[in-house]
């Protein structure tokens, strides 16, 4: 299996006891909630995982444990899977101020799409700058992982990003509504709570993730600076003071409150994740307290 840089064996065995989850009830889709995909009886078996304390031993496979002395969980599938997609934002704020954002963003996407892979779940992933990228289709349980772990190894960022033109094509590619998890900075001059009222207003449930550098929310440098912007090139002459620095972490801090606020009035979800947080500690910290995961 690939991981590449992304995550180890014991993250692997960590995130196999988890499952993505969403809150809405969709039209068309019995049910709206995926704890019946956890292991249990059921109509349909899904595949196996491993034992962790406190699971339910009336659904682990004895005949599996005879043969290898291990303990497995049978896993079923009674409610319809609800559509997962997911957007990664590969525009060139994303390198910006240090490569280790477009890092953490890929690793915690492969989280993500891992644990679908372990529940069969089907996740559609893209990339997105100023157009939505091409679909990859992460289907057939972990062991197709590898391939997603590649692409995202190899994927980079460059471009400016356009969130209205995204949700656009988005809305157009599509049709059937279901769970929309957006990684990204958000940070861009336009405002961006209209694309999401946008795509909410046609039925899709949002989960956006927020990854930051520590430099974006509080900026390091003192005196005469000369900024370029990473999207547009444009540059910026300022004098940069401690009064000026807590300005604008207090203007980062009001744009992260508006990202949660857009969510919220649409049902979605929100959390905001820097870069000095490791992924591990991310997906089992702020992802689990917004029930992005369970």
Request: charged share 25%; hydrophobic share 40%.
């Amino acid at each position: 299996m690939a991981q590449g840089p992304f995550i180890d064996k014991h993250f692997l065995e960590r995130l196999e006891r988890l499952a993505i989850h969403w809150q809405k009830s969709f039209g068309g889709i019995v049910g709206g909630h995926n704890t019946s995909r956890f292991s249990g009886p059921g109509q349909e078996f899904l595949d196996h995982r491993h034992f962790h304390h406190g699971d339910d031993l009336r659904a682990v496979n004895w005949r599996a444990y005879m043969r290898l002395e291990k303990m497995f969980l049978k896993m079923f599938q009674i409610e319809p899977r609800v559509p997962v997609r997911l957007l990664l934002d590969a525009s060139a704020s994303m390198e910006a101020p240090t490569p280790a954002k477009f890092l953490a963003a890929r690793r915690l996407a492969a989280a993500l799409v891992y644990v679908g892979l372990v529940r069969l779940d089907t996740i559609i992933l893209n990339t997105f700058s100023n157009s939505l990228g091409d679909a990859r289709v992460c289907s057939g349980g972990r062991h197709r992982f590898g391939p997603v772990s590649d692409f995202l190894s190899t994927a980079e960022a460059r471009g400016a990003t356009d969130f209205l033109a995204v949700s656009k094509q988005f809305v157009e590619r599509y049709s059937q509504r279901g769970l929309l998890i957006i990684i990204s900075d958000f940070l861009t001059d336009a405002d961006n709570t209209k694309s999401f009222d946008y795509l909410a207003e046609f039925g899709h449930e949002l989960l956006l993730l927020q990854v930051y550098a520590d430099e974006d929310r509080v900026p390091p440098w003192d005196g005469e600076l000369e900024l370029e912007e990473a999207e547009s090139g444009a540059r910026l002459e300022m004098d940069f003071d401690f009064e000026a620095r807590q300005r604008y972490t207090a203007a980062f801090d009001e744009w992260s409150e508006q990202l949660r606020r857009a969510a919220l009035r649409h049902g979605g979800r929100f959390t905001a994740i820097p870069t000095s947080l490791p992924v591990e500690e991310a997906v089992f910290g702020p992802l689990v307290r917004v029930q992005g995961v369970r």
